[in-house]
Each structure stands twice: as structure tokens, then as C-alpha cells.
């Protein structure tokens, strides 16, 4: 929806002969609905992410066969490699909790599984997939008819 000026409106209901307590009437309304909430001023603008797949491969096979992964996204100006460093961080710092330590996690997928959200988000991780997803593989041509 367009934005228009307060000033303009009320120069167009001056135009059409508006009475002027009228107008004040309906100008004061108009400025206190146009001002913002005290709560949304203080709201830092929300984070920029990049997506990032991580590919689970332990048997070194990844050109050969279909293999699942996982989907997650770091902060925009960060390095994709820092994303394991995050996993584990994560990781180490859930396995000190006590759920943690009742049920301590050992792999990446018991992590991307069980692991609350609120600890990755700690490492600026988010995960978006908590189950793996098959990730399928193209050589980028399109066939001819």
C-alpha cells in the first residue's frame, strides 16, 4: 500500500471544503494512528542467513551413489565451513545439560535430530530439516528432445 504524507491529505481534504474543526479532528486521528509502536522502534532489523546443506557422506562416496543431508543456514557473512564447528559446539554444550547428560548425543545426525533448536540458535545454526532428506544429484544439462 502507497505511502502518502499526512500534509497532503490534508491538503486534499482543504481542497474538497472540509470544515476546518472537522479537519483538525481528523488530522490529529490520522498522526496518532501514523505513529509507530514504542515496541517496534527498539526491534534490531532480523539477521541475514545463506543456506546451507550438509551433505551426510562418512563412506567417502559422494559422486557415485544417492546420499542424504541435512539443510541449515548460518549467518550471511559467515564462512560454510565454520558449520560443523557449530554442530559441535552445539553439541558439547547440550551434552553438558542434564537431558544431556542422561542421553548424551555422539553423532551429527543424533544432533540435527535431538538437539533443541535453542542451542543451535546459540551458534547463530539453524536447522531446517531435522530428519535427513535425500540429496539428488544432476550434471546441470538439460536433455535434448
Not at 55 to 62: K, M, Q, T
Not at 87 to 94: A, G, K, N
Request: hydrophobic share 35%; proline share 10%.
Amino acid at each position: 500500500m502507497p505511502k502518502i504524507e499526512i500534509n497532503k491529505v490534508a491538503e486534499i481534504l482543504l481542497k474538497n471544503k472540509i470544515e476546518p474543526a472537522l479537519l483538525r479532528r481528523i488530522i490529529e486521528e490520522i498522526q496518532h494512528v501514523a505513529q509507530p509502536d514504542p515496541g517496534e522502534e527498539n526491534k534490531p532489523p532480523p539477521m541475514k542467513k545463506q543456506w546451507v546443506i550438509l551433505v551426510s557422506d562418512p563412506e567417502h562416496r559422494l559422486p557415485k551413489d544417492d546420499f542424504v543431508g541435512w539443510v541449515l543456514q548460518i549467518p550471511e557473512d559467515e564462512s560454510p565451513a565454520t558449520t560443523q564447528d557449530r554442530i559441535f559446539r552445539s553439541v558439547y554444550d547440550f551434552n553438558a545439560t542434564k537431558r544431556g547428560r542422561l542421553l548424551p548425543v555422539k553423532t551429527v545426525g543424533e544432533a540435527l535430530e535431538n538437539v533443541p533448536a535453542k542451542q543451535f540458535k546459540e551458534a547463530d545454526l539453524w536447522t531446517k530439516t531435522k530428519t535427513p532428506v535425500l540429496v539428488l544429484r544432476t550434471d546441470n544439462e538439460i536433455p535434448k528432445e
